[in-house]
C-alpha cells in the first residue's frame, strides 16, 4: 500500500473555464518555433541558419557549456526566421512545417534491454534528454550529474490545470516505457507521486519500476518541489530530476518508435475561451489557429501556462516548450471606482475583505488588475497558510533581496522554485513580484556555485 501524504495548507484558486474533456479534430498549424528562454541556464549555439531544411528531431542549436545538450526541432520544415533581440540575444527560430513529417529515426530499443549509457546516449543524440530538468534551479538535468531521485507528479492543482488522466487513457505501454528508462538512470528511487482523487486510471495505478506516493490537499499540492519536500528534501550539494507525466510519454515514444515525437495534448482553458477543451498539437506551435473564433472581444492576456506562473504572449505567440496550458482571461486594463467600498460579492478574497467567503465553491473570472500598487512590505503571517513546506518564506525573501546566500542557504533555497511561491504572490497584500524574487535569488546561488 503506498504512503499517503495530506497538505492542508494552500488554496485552490476556482475560475471559469475549465476544458471540457473532449478532442477535436487536430488542427493543422503552419508556424512553430522554438524559445532559447524556455531552456533556463542554457546559452545557445545555433547549428541551424534561415533557409536551412530540418526534420523533427534535429538540432536547432546545443548548449555553448556542454555540447551533448541539444534541442531538437519539434517539426521536420525550414528554417524560416531566427529572432535576436537586444545585444543580439536569440529570442525564437521559426520554423515552417512541411504536410507530411519526416522523423530521424534513432532506432528502436526496450529500455529493459539497454544499460543506463546507451539510454543516455539515445536521449542525448535525440535531444529528449531536454524534457529531464533537476532542482535546485529548475534548468536542464546535467547528465553528469547523480542524481538522488527522480520526480514525476501525475496531477497538476494549479487553477484550470490539464487532467493528466485524461491525456494519457490508453497510453500505459508508452509510459511505462519512459519509466523503464528513467528508472535506469539514478540509483535513487523513481517517484511517482498521485492524488487518489483525481488519479483514477490503470495507466499510473498499474505503474512499475517506481514508488507510487498519494498525495491530497489542496494547491500546490500538485508542485513538483512540494511533493519533493516531504519525501526527499534537497540539501546543499544534493541533485534531484523530475519530469512532467506526458514527457514520459516522448521518451516512451523515442524507445519504442525510434523517434522524437513533439505530439502533445494541451488544455485551451479560460473565462474568454468560448469553447474551452483539449487540443492536441505538437509542441512550439504557434497559438492563433487555436484562439481564432473561439475567443471573445476585448483586450485579453493569453497566457503560455496556469494563470499564477504563466508566461505573457501574444494571440500569435508561441506555447513555451514546458507547457500544457493555455490560458485566456481578461487583461485587467479598467478601473473600479470605489471597488473597495463594494461588498464584492463576485470578487474572490483569501483574506475574507468581501463577502464571497459565504460561497466557497464559486468559480470567479479573473483579470489581470492589481488592485493597488506595490505597498510596504510588511509581516501578516498570510505567506504560511498556503505553502505547504517547512520553511521561513518571509525571511527568505527578505534574504533574496537583500542577496544574502548564507541566509538564503539557511532558509531552504535550494528546495524552493518560484511556482511554489506563486501563491504567496496572489495573495500577498503588499503586491510584490515574489517569483522574481525568488528567481533571482536562484539565479545568484547558481551562479557563485558556478
Not at 491530497?216 to 550539494?237: D, F, R, W
Not at 531552504?412 to 496572489?426: K, P, Q, R, T
Amino acid at each position: 500500500m503506498s504512503t499517503h501524504i495530506k497538505l492542508k495548507k494552500g488554496l485552490n484558486v476556482k475560475l471559469l473555464g475549465e476544458a471540457e474533456r473532449s478532442l477535436p479534430t487536430s488542427h493543422y498549424i503552419h508556424t512553430y518555433a522554438i524559445k532559447p528562454g524556455d531552456f533556463r541556464g542554457i546559452h545557445p549555439k545555433l547549428l541551424v541558419k534561415e533557409g536551412d531544411a530540418v526534420s523533427a528531431g534535429s538540432p536547432v542549436f546545443h548548449s555553448k557549456s556542454d555540447e551533448r545538450i541539444q534541442i531538437p526541432s519539434p517539426v521536420s520544415g525550414k528554417i524560416t526566421a531566427i529572432i535576436r533581440g537586444e545585444k543580439r540575444i536569440i529570442e525564437e527560430i521559426h520554423i515552417e512545417a512541411t504536410p507530411e513529417q519526416q522523423y530521424i529515426d534513432f532506432g528502436k530499443a526496450m529500455p529493459v534491454d539497454l544499460n543506463k549509457e546507451q539510454i543516455m546516449d539515445k536521449l542525448l543524440k535525440s535531444g529528449v534528454w531536454s524534457y529531464i530538468r533537476q532542482r535546485p534551479y529548475s534548468m536542464i538535468a546535467n547528465p553528469s550529474d547523480q542524481p538522488k531521485a527522480i520526480f514525476i507528479s501525475a496531477f497538476d492543482t494549479a487553477p484550470l490545470a490539464p487532467d493528466y488522466d485524461y491525456i494519457l487513457h490508453g497510453k500505459g505501454d508508452k509510459f511505462q516505457a519512459g519509466l523503464d528508462a528513467l528508472a535506469k538512470l539514478t540509483e535513487g528511487k523513481l517517484h511517482l507521486n498521485i492524488n487518489p482523487e483525481l488519479n483514477l486510471t490503470k495507466v499510473f495505478s498499474n505503474a512499475k519500476n517506481v514508488e507510487i506516493t498519494s498525495f491530497s490537499g489542496p494547491h500546490p499540492a500538485g508542485n513538483i518541489g512540494i511533493q519533493i519536500h516531504h519525501l526527499n528534501p534537497i540539501n546543499k550539494g544534493d541533485i534531484v530530476w523530475y519530469i512532467n507525466p506526458q514527457d514520459v510519454i516522448t521518451i516512451g515514444i523515442l524507445f519504442t518508435e525510434g523517434k522524437y515525437d513533439a505530439v502533445k495534448i494541451i488544455a485551451l482553458a479560460g473565462s474568454e475561451v468560448i469553447h474551452p477543451r483539449y487540443h492536441k498539437i505538437i509542441n512550439g506551435c504557434c497559438i492563433s489557429t487555436l484562439v481564432e473564433n473561439n475567443v471573445t472581444k476585448g483586450n485579453l492576456r493569453y497566457i503560455s501556462g496556469n494563470p499564477l506562473t504563466g508566461t505573457k504572449i501574444t494571440s500569435s505567440g508561441f506555447l513555451g516548450f514546458y507547457d500544457h496550458q493555455l490560458t485566456v482571461i481578461p487583461e485587467g486594463d479598467h478601473y473600479e471606482f470605489f471597488g473597495w467600498a463594494k461588498p464584492g460579492l463576485n470578487k474572490f478574497s483569501f483574506s475574507r475583505s468581501y463577502f464571497s467567503w459565504l460561497t466557497p465553491w464559486k468559480k470567479y473570472s479573473f483579470d489581470t488588475n492589481l488592485h493597488g500598487g506595490e505597498r510596504a512590505y510588511v509581516i501578516t503571517g498570510e505567506y504560511e497558510k498556503v505553502l505547504p513546506m517547512d520553511i521561513l518564506p518571509m525571511q527568505l525573501i527578505k534574504a533574496c533581496i537583500a542577496e544574502d546566500i548564507d541566509g538564503m542557504e539557511k532558509l531552504g533555497i535550494y528546495e524552493v522554485d518560484e511556482e511554489d511561491f506563486a501563491l504567496v504572490e496572489f495573495i500577498d497584500t503588499s503586491k510584490t513580484e515574489i517569483q522574481q524574487i525568488i528567481r533571482d535569488g536562484l539565479e545568484l546561488i547558481r551562479k557563485e556555485m558556478s
